[in-house]
């Protein structure tokens, strides 16, 4: 039985667009997403039959297939839930982001300079990766992490909670080898309630992460 299965997307495949087509989602989430899902259920039997066997020849290479094939999982199902058709701006005491806006100007100085560098993150990761803006624990601060391919330099025990995709299957057939004006359109459909969620989220759950 599958431990892991692919979440339905929130929205059509058009609600995104023109920022990110409907071809772009549908494919990104139906092929993409599923692919990394796959790999993380078949990468656990896998293990399974090695333990079942006493056979670890391989379990080097099991164990970075799970971590790159779950961290894809989890970043994606985040991905989806961060974006809305009807996002972008900034957080705002109005709607009842004001905390997540508040936690943003003291860690960063101002949400302008918060959005400099979660851009400048994304947009220059080597290779595949992603620009994330996570919640860290010990500090109880947020920070900008740039996670090459799914789950390398990544602070041990922070949250993601605002993830950009850089990896070209989440552009390139839209804006070709453009990265930077797809993370710049990105700022125009972020869903700052569900950042918001995740940021009380893991905020309030801080204390349980790390006995400190």
Known sequence: MAIYTLPELPYDYSALAPVISAEIVELHHDKHHAAYVKGANDTLEQLGEARAKDQWGAVNGLEKSLAFHLSGHILHSIYWQNMTGDGGGEPLEKDGTGELADAIAESFGSFARFRAQLSKAAATTQGSGWGVLAYEPLSRRLIVEQVYDHQGNVGQGSVPLLVFDAWEHAFY???RNQKV???????????WQDVARRYRTARDGAANLLLV
């Open 173 to 175: 057939l839209q804006y």
């Open 181 to 191: 004006d797809f993370v710049e359109a990105m700022w125009r459909v972020v869903n």
